[in-house]
């Protein structure tokens, strides 16, 4: 099995642009999470999506964050305009609902906003 | 509001030193709690606890829960530079999981 699969790995913009945070999660798995990890607050619950529906997003620190997940192989997070502040490595999970509670992590992707 | 506290933040010991890590929760509807190690890149699974008293154990690390005190401990015997890494505990709130802030650990030669 592939594993979660996160791309791009590393993304460095500059404020006022928009970015694209893309995870693929690991097949037959009805639960995504995406999660944003600082030094300072640690690892944040952003939005979470069962069987491609949004279910919890109050994670979701502004309206210039927004997810979707059209279908169950695919979900992006997206940040509109970015901001330094918006620097962080941003995690997507996967995992199957029903089963045991373990959740599996893609490699994250390191976001630096200039 | 939910939360999840790790003790202490930060640990320096020496390889063979027996170390224990915290985690106290305040969260509604719980029903496990976790560990995870994270060395540099994503967070890997090590244990979910969801009984009190009950101990797991894998190898030189074994974890235990009180439900009643609202705590968790995570122990490393013997630790070896490979256990150099940040502990996340985390707790299940209904479907989503509430993370503490982790404990970073150091094993030195």
């Known amino acids: 099995d592939a594993g979660v699969i996160q791309s791009p790995r590393h993304e460095v913009t500059e404020m006022g642009q928009e970015v694209t945070l893309r995870c693929k999660p690991i097949s037959g798995h009805n639960s995504l999470f995406w999660y944003r990890q600082t030094m300072m607050r640690g690892l944040e619950l952003l939005i979470y999506?069962?069987?491609?529906?949004?279910?919890?997003d109050s994670g979701m620190p502004e309206d210039r964050f927004s997810a979707k997940m059209p279908n169950a192989s695919f979900s992006t997070l997206k940040i509109q305009p970015s901001e330094p502040r918006d620097s962080a490595v941003y995690f997507c999970?996967?995992?199957?609902?029903?089963?045991?509670?373990?959740?599996?992590f893609g490699p994250g992707t390191r976001l630096t906003v200039l | 509001e939910d939360k999840v506290v790790q003790s202490p933040l930060s640990l320096v010991v020496h390889e063979g030193d027996t170390v224990t890590l915290n985690c106290s929760y305040e969260?509604?509807?719980?029903?496990?709690l976790l560990w995870y190690k994270q060395e540099k890149k994503a967070p890997t699974f090590l244990f979910m606890l969801?009984?009190?008293?009950i101990e797991k154990k894998s190898g030189r690390l074994s974890s235990i829960l009180d439900k009643k005190e609202l705590f968790s401990i995570l122990n490393i015997t013997a630790t070896q530079t490979g256990d150099s890494a940040v502990y996340l505990c985390a707790v299940i709130n209904t479907d989503k999981l509430i993370f503490g802030t982790g404990t970073r650990l150091q094993v030195f030669p």
């Open positions: 999506f069962n069987n491609n529906v949004p279910i919890d």
């Open positions: 969260v509604t509807n719980f029903r496990s």
């Open positions: 969801t009984s009190s008293g």
């Open positions: 999970a996967s995992r199957l609902s029903g089963g045991a509670y373990t959740q599996y």
